[in-house]
């Protein structure tokens, strides 16, 4: 009886075993071996891009050690794989000679002002936003240099003309009034003799306020001045400090009559061959650059002021009463003959004002 017993439970033990081998999901087959993951592409190696960055000014200027700035940041970003070269003091040429030039690789890019954009053809629209008068403060400006309508001329002008702004911003000192007699309001410009440069729009405006402009090169200034060529002038307060005009005008006003903002030019073309990693690394580095121009001429605003409130007599002006005398009609007879922008241009900059809130 115990043979049968054992019998039987080694049958059943055999059995077991047999049906778990061959249950689903059980094998004793070894697993295939997984394919290696594929490996990701490597990303492609940054283009290696020069650029000759070129200024007019001395190497000591606000202008010329923000280049420098500009210059550090961007050999600094050592992924970026771009070297920059600065040339300050007009060793790469004028103004006019570096904007025009710049597609054809004269230089690469150039640091000045906003307002010599319009020099070139295809960028006429922004002639309007250096007209005498038509901001109430550098925050509207900026506003409007910041709007969506500033941002399409930008893309329109860097088509038209091949030279593309990669940052503008930053408070510049405002064209001011010296004179040697008082002006307080729109009526003290009857009669008076003052140099302008030669533009149209602001002879035009001087005009209208009874003023007769006479155009006068700089160099010629101090003299003209001292003789009685010219009454008066226009100019920000550090160039009549630097130029000593101080010694041949008695008084000296604030009228905030043009303002401009430091701006950074670049080749539409070598724009086009950058990475989106290299232009963010470059105008990163512009917008830097650009604001620390503007903080070292603040910096140096207040000792100016004191300096010509030593050699000078400061007379407050009536801004407002020389606004209302020109009216928008001194910025609509321009935009109407399409001769310094296209017309419509000023309507624009007119509806962003009307709209402007602080």
């Not at 008695?250 to 009559?257: A, G, I, P, R």
């Not at 073309?269 to 990475?275: A, F, G, R």
């Amino acid at each position: 009886m115990k043979s049968k017993i054992s019998i039987l439970v080694i049958f059943v033990l055999l059995t077991t075993m047999l049906f778990s081998a061959c249950a689903p999901g059980k094998t004793n087959q070894p697993e295939p071996a997984k394919e290696p993951e594929p490996a990701a592409p490597a990303a492609p190696a940054e283009k290696e891009i020069s650029i000759k960055l070129a200024g007019i000014k001395t190497p000591e200027d606000p202008a010329s050690l923000a280049m420098e700035y500009f210059a550090e940041l961007v050999n600094g970003n050592t992924s970026a794989n771009i070297t920059v070269k600065t040339f300050n003091n007009s060793v790469l040429g004028s103004v006019n000679d570096m904007l025009s030039g710049m597609p054809t690789g004269i230089t690469d890019m150039f640091y000045n002002t906003l307002s010599c954009y319009s020099w070139l053809e295809g960028a006429k629209k922004f002639n309007a936003v250096t007209a005498p008068f038509i901001w109430g403060s550098h925050e509207e400006l900026q506003a409007f240099l910041d709007s969506e309508v500033a941002k399409q001329w930008f893309e329109e002008a860097a088509a038209a003309t091949g030279v593309r702004v990669l940052a503008a911003k930053g408070e510049l000192p405002p064209r001011q009034l010296t004179s040697n007699r008082p002006v307080k309001t729109a009526d003290d410009f009857k009669g008076l003799k003052v140099r302008t440069a030669e533009a149209p729009l602001v002879q035009q405006t001087m005009k209208k306020l009874g003023a007769t402009p006479v155009v006068v090169p700089f160099a010629d200034l101090y003299l003209a001045l001292r003789q009685g060529t010219v009454d008066a002038q226009e100019n920000n307060f550090i160039t009549v400090k630097n130029n000593s005009l101080f010694e041949v005008q008695k008084y000296f006003m604030k009228t905030d009559y043009i303002r401009d903002v430091p701006a950074i030019f670049i080749s539409e073309n070598l724009w086009k061959q950058m990475s989106p990693a290299q232009q963010a690394v470059v105008q990163e580095a512009a917008i830097k650059a650009v604001e620390l121009e503007a903080e070292k001429v603040a910096a140096s605003m207040d000792e100016t002021m004191k300096f010509l409130n030593e050699k000078m007599t400061y007379v407050e002006v009536d801004v407002k009463s020389i606004q209302d005398k020109l009216g928008a009609d001194i910025y609509k007879q321009f935009d109407e003959a399409g001769e310094l922008w296209p017309t419509g241009t000023i309507d624009k900059v007119l509806e962003f004002k009307a709209n402007y809130k602080k």
